[in-house]
């Protein structure tokens, strides 16, 4: 069984850069036909999806938060990251991992989810 887990500091200040890691156990990262993804949710609001690393390397990005993202990874650790700069209080929220079939779009499994505050 796949299982994700988000992990970072909880606290950002604005202006600064927010740095999430998802540690995936259970299966890896550069298996074929996923999408290793990264998802938020904003007080009060929906999911928003933000971007995305597939097996091979490959990123994608959600249009509204492009200039500000980038999503890598370390293989070895069986780890991907995301980078989120410039962040100002309308970042805050609870933050997703997940893994996602490439062809299907099936979120088939999500981290429990990390809560990032984002204040002076």
């Known amino acids: 069984q796949v299982q994700l887990q988000e992990w970072g500091p909880g606290l950002v200040k604005p202006s600064q850069t927010l740095s999430l890691t998802c540690t995936v156990s259970?299966?890896?990262?550069?298996?074929?036909?996923?999408?290793w993804s990264w998802i938020r949710q904003p007080p009060g609001k929906g999911l928003e999806w933000m971007g995305a690393i597939n097996y091979s390397g490959s990123t994608y990005y959600g249009p509204s938060l492009k200039s500000r993202t980038s999503i890598s990874r370390d293989t070895s650790k069986s780890q991907f990251t995301l980078q989120l700069s410039s962040v100002t209080p309308e970042d805050a929220g609870v933050y997703y991992c997940?893994?996602?079939?490439?062809?299907?779009?099936?979120?088939?499994?999500w981290g429990q989810g990390t809560q990032v505050t984002v204040s002076s």
């Open positions: 259970g299966g890896s990262i550069t298996t074929n036909y996923y999408y």
């Open positions: 997940a893994r996602v079939g490439a062809s299907s779009g099936i979120y088939y499994d």
